[in-house]
């Protein structure tokens, strides 16, 4: 079983920077792919980033690109999601996941992290 672990969500003013982390426990997880997603009240779950198990590729949403910088450390188990410029509009729960080599789809999932942008 794998367990993970968001943290650095909270209130910021809208041009402000939040550092979110993901720790997951497990083997695996240097060599999954992570990925970040988010949910707004009355909104489906969005792709956010995510990053291959070696940080040889990283994806980000055509709309945070400039904006948000996954990175991860292996050797620690983490992920973290740099997210400057902050706007209303980026406010949601913002969750973690891992894709373990060989899965088609991310299986396991964090509880979530709330990030509010005041504007």
């Known amino acids: 079983q794998v367990h993970v672990i968001e943290s650095g969500g909270g209130l910021v003013q809208a041009g402000g920077s939040l550092r979110l982390s993901c720790q997951a426990s497990?083997?695996?997880?240097?060599?999954?792919?992570m990925g970040w997603f988010r949910q707004a009240p009355g909104k489906e779950r969005e792709l956010v980033a995510s990053i291959f198990w070696d940080a040889s590729s990283t994806y980000y949403a055509d709309s945070l690109r400039g904006r948000f910088t996954l990175s991860r450390d292996n050797a620690k188990n983490t992920v973290y999601l740099q997210m400057n410029s902050l706007k209303p509009e980026d406010t949601a729960v913002y969750y973690c996941a891992v894709r373990p080599p060989g899965a088609l789809e991310y299986l396991y999932w964090g509880q979530g992290t709330q990030v509010t942008v005041s504007s």
């Open positions: 497990g083997r695996t997880f240097s060599s999954s792919t």
